[in-house]
């Protein structure tokens, strides 16, 4: 099987460099090994919403330079303020044209309610979810909290607690649909995407518009957990029409809607360009001749060799298991890349759990084109994305999708600059 690009991974980095590839006429593959990590997330996207220090970003863009002070091999740091810069921008084109719609831009960061009811700074959030100014508290005097009987992945009266604290009025209840009694007997069916699937069905909308309508008589808005609007993208406009106000969504324990609607979104624009997705398939090895890699293998295909010009990593830290640890190590498993690692396993982890954890920043070394390298020399046609490189803590600097976006469109650029070269 041979393609122009062959791509390791299928989540947020992946796809978003296959997509920007494939706009460009490139013939693309994505070797999927399961569920992207989007399915676990909040459906909003991180630029840098901390600095290592833990001071808050407002202005994402002018605390690059102080970044590159604080930690110089950060991806930001390496590849330059002017070139992140264009590349988060590029990101955010290529997000609108997969049909996905959010709040914010990379200048400016924002604050999004989490379903705990705090906030937290970011780059982008689904239209749908509560967001405010940095500084500033929702702009809403009085909010009704909304759960859904029996589901136990989300709790308005936690949330209606953090937000009294910032003087806002929050009421709570629960709302109850007969169309979900079925699930409601099986606790394990009874999570957000399942919930989704009964409450987009036309009718079963309008049931829920009429249950809220009679439990938000007196409020200025309205926040649900993330139950609806997986395969009807219009169930939430149209709630705000039938009840009159706004009607917002806050994310729920893993599985998460917003999540998963973003990567079938972006899955669906890379398959529509005429790119390969080969979900449930992982790479077991490759062949090297020299600084390049020749062919891959992967477990469905088994002798059949993938080949391609250029090879994309975009494999995903140890909870994708594209960085593995064994007792006495870590190491990156298909092509056994340089690390930025530590070699002594007591120096992985640090002894609070609130503390920036080591093994968080561990990840593969590149050179300054994000080219993945074995024995300190670079592989000329492999180039590694998103979570598998190193140098960074995506959770402690709220930067983890925006390394992904970044990287991820300055490799596609890199790849489309050296095929017009060839040409």
Not at 207 to 229: F, K, M, N, T, Y
Not at 276 to 304: E, S
Not at 376 to 387: E, H, R, V, Y
Request: net charge negative; with cysteine; hydrophobic share 40%.
């Amino acid at each position: 099987m041979k393609f122009d690009i062959a791509i390791i991974g299928g989540g947020l980095a992946g796809l978003t460099c296959g997509i920007r590839l494939a706009e460009q006429g490139k013939r693309c593959a994505i070797i999927s090994a399961g569920q992207s990590a989007l399915h676990f997330s909040s459906g909003s996207l991180d630029f840098l919403s901390y600095m290592p220090d833990g001071s808050v970003v407002k202005n994402p863009l002018d605390a690059l330079e102080d970044l590159a002070k604080q930690s110089p091999e950060h991806p930001y740091s390496r590849l330059g303020a002017d070139c992140v810069s264009q590349m988060a921008q590029q990101a955010e084109r290529l997000l609108i044209n997969c049909g996905l719609s959010f709040t914010g831009n990379v200048a400016q960061n924002h604050m999004r309610m989490t379903p705990l009811g705090t906030q937290r700074a970011t780059w982008l959030s689904p239209t749908e979810v509560p967001t405010s100014t940095i500084g500033e508290a929702l702009p809403w005097k009085r909010i009704a909290i909304i759960g859904i009987e029996g589901f136990l992945d989300f709790q308005p009266q936690l949330a209606a607690g953090s937000l009294e604290g910032k003087g806002i009025e929050a009421i709570t209840d629960y709302l109850h649909v007969p169309a979900l009694d079925r699930l409601r007997n099986n606790p394990s069916e009874f999570r957000a995407t399942n919930i989704s699937r009964v409450l987009d069905l036309a009718e079963n909308t309008e049931l829920l518009a009429d249950e809220l309508v009679r439990l938000a008589q007196d409020v200025d808005a309205v926040i649900l957990p993330a139950c609806i609007g997986l395969d009807n993208p219009d169930a939430v406009s149209l709630l705000c029409r039938r009840v009159g106000k706004p009607v917002m969504l806050v994310p729920t324990l893993p599985p998460s809607l917003l999540g998963i609607r973003m990567h079938q979104a972006l899955r669906s624009r890379f398959r529509q360009l005429g790119g390969q997705f080969m979900p449930g398939d992982a790479v077991l090895r490759a062949d090297l001749d020299g600084d390049k890699v020749k062919k891959i293998y992967t477990r469905n295909h088994t002798d059949i060799p993938v080949t391609a010009e250029q090879v994309v990593l975009a494999s995903g830290s140890f909870f994708s298991n594209g960085l593995v640890a064994d007792f006495d190590r870590t190491y990156e498993p298909i092509f056994g890349l340089d690390m930025m690692t530590e070699s002594q396993r007591a120096d992985w982890t640090k002894e609070s759990m609130f503390a920036s954890q080591p093994y968080l920043r561990f990840g593969v070394k590149t050179d300054n084109q994000l080219r993945a390298m074995i024995d300190g020399k670079s592989i000329s046609n492999l180039f590694a994305i998103g979570a598998v490189l190193g140098g960074y803590d995506p959770l402690q600097q709220g930067c983890g999708a925006g390394v992904s976006l970044v990287s991820a469109q300055y490799v596609a650029e890199q790849i489309l600059a050296m095929s017009e070269v060839t040409a």
